[in-house]
């Protein structure tokens, strides 16, 4: 089993940033592709951005140019550095990880899951 934990939410101004984390523990060797994914008030959980073993990147078109991910394989960490954040990033960011090699935007694709951190972006 994987266990997921985020941390790095908070409450920013329109514009700011911040910086989220996710640690992975447990059998962090079937561990692939990793990404985040984000819930809205009243909408269905999207994907946000993935990476996979190798570093390949992938991005939802609204967050391009904004967010950049990143992770460390030796300590199986993965960040979303988000930029010049709108309102309408306001969401609970969950990370995500799937064995699969592939990244993939599918959210059944991915196994594990942590329990999400708060973004909330004022305007």
């Known amino acids: 089993q994987v266990q997921l934990v985020e941390s790095g939410g908070g409450l920013v101004q329109a514009g700011g940033s911040l910086r989220l984390s996710c640690a992975a523990s447990?059998?962090?060797?079937?561990?692939?592709?990793m990404g985040w994914y984000r819930q809205a008030p009243g909408k269905e959980r999207e994907f946000v951005s993935a990476?996979?073993?190798?570093?390949?990147?992938y991005y939802e078109d609204s967050v391009k140019g904004r967010f950049t991910i990143s992770r460390d394989n030796a300590k199986m960490t993965v960040n979303l550095q988000m930029n010049s954040l709108k309102p309408e990033d306001t969401a609970v960011y969950y990370c995500?990880?799937?064995?699969?090699?592939?990244?993939?935007?599918?959210?059944?694709?991915?196994?594990?899951w942590g329990q999400g951190t708060q973004v909330t972006v004022s305007s």
């Open positions: 995500a990880a799937r064995g699969g090699s592939a990244a993939s935007p599918y959210e059944r694709a991915y196994e594990y």
């Open positions: 990476i996979s073993r190798g570093g390949s990147t």
């Open positions: 447990g059998s962090i060797f079937s561990i692939n592709v």
